[in-house]
């Protein structure tokens, strides 16, 4: 009942499902209630206080499993960590019936993996959602090799009903939208470390059509988060995607977590609003002191940088529809749009590729690669697509 498990059961109770929320203590119970109240006061004008009291009856929570033997679904939120994600699964299975579902809202660790201590590995699956959860419209649902089809089904009726839109993608480390996001992400990092300010690689993302930039999201998502992710991704990735030196260790060492400690790259005031001057957020500017030695400011290139934040998650896009990670084209765009914020004009990361020509793409990356390094290596289908001139929905 943390931050995921809040918004998970706020959607789920508001679109009239009963729920029963699990933490390690009253106090986290009493917080995610507390979540879900200030969601549905919002909505009281289109339901009343009646229907605020009957959304808030459809929730209760305790710190033992009383009442999970008659659960159909289980969704867990705990921390991203693969033993404790085991020790829930080993949990759940002692404690619901046979059928019960077990969906695991983790952010980049392998269903797969997590299913292999399962003793019904059938009814593990991924169930990814993006926070904040009422606001968010993407669910990803990533299937393992064992999942029963049914319950692929039962989950994406499920996140329909919550009423968002379904993406269902083949398991692998990351599945489809972190994945695609880990390139975007290391390469802000990567311009900071070259002496771009902040709020500056922020801002060339914001202008070709992202809702916010990728240190704003950091800051969002949890300083801490982002390093767990990172480390599942250098793990499997290192052949394709570089990485750079982990300074993040330092940065939970002095509790910049982001946003929710108010400490991050930005500044934030008392309850996480960010301190703002004449309209611009303001960057901690003690941040700078983790660069390397000797790191020269420079003056922003929008356009460049903007195009290494696109193509760098293109790339990925296009290498997860190759792997069959993604099942079409279709996922990939709508994957991109709801869950990560793709600039929506674009259609997403395929559609860009049809729209610049996949010949131009391709030489583009190959343009960056020979100055950046191999994490622009275009991937092997945009190569061939390239020579050939060819575009994914073949308009
Ligand atoms: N933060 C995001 O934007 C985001 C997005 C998608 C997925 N996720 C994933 O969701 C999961 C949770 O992330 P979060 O940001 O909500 O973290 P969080 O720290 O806010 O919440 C985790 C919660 O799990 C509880 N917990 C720990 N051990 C437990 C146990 N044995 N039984 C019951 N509860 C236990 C903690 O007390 C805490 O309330 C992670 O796997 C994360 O990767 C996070």
Known sequence: AGLMGSGIATVLADKGVTVRLKD??????????????KVYRKGRRRYGQSGMT????????????SGFGQADVVIEAVLEKMDLKHQMIADIEKHTRREAIFATNTSALPITEI????????????MHFFSPVEKMPLVEVIVTDKTDPVVTKTISQLSRKMGKHVIVVRDCPGFYTTRVLAPYMIEAVYMMMEGYRIEDIDRAATEVGFPV???????????????????TMRK???????????HIQAFIGEGRLGKKTEKGFYLYEKGGRSKMDKGRKLVDESVYQHLPNGTQTRNADFEE????????LVNEAVRCLEEGI????????????????FPPFQGGPMRYVDRLGSRNITARLRDLELRFGKRFKPTAKLVEMGAHDLSFYGE
Request: glycine share 14%; no cysteine; charged share 25%.
């Open 24 to 37: 390690l203590s009253l106090d986290a119970i009493s917080k995610s209630i507390g979540y879900a109240k």
């Open 54 to 65: 009957e959304r808030l009856g459809r929730l209760s929570g305790g710190v033992d499993y």
């Open 115 to 126: 299913a292999a201590k399962a003793a019904h590995p059938e009814r593990v699956i991924g």
């Open 213 to 231: 930039g990728p240190i704003t999201l950091m800051d969002e998502v949890g300083i801490d988060v982002g390093q767990k992710v990172l480390a």
């Open 236 to 246: 499997h990735y290192s052949d394709h995607m570089d990485f750079p030196p982990d």
């Open 305 to 312: 940088m903007g195009e290494r934040l696109v193509l760098s």
């Open 326 to 341: 993604l099942l079409s084209a279709e996922a990939g765009d709508l994957g991109a749009v709801f869950g990560i914020g």
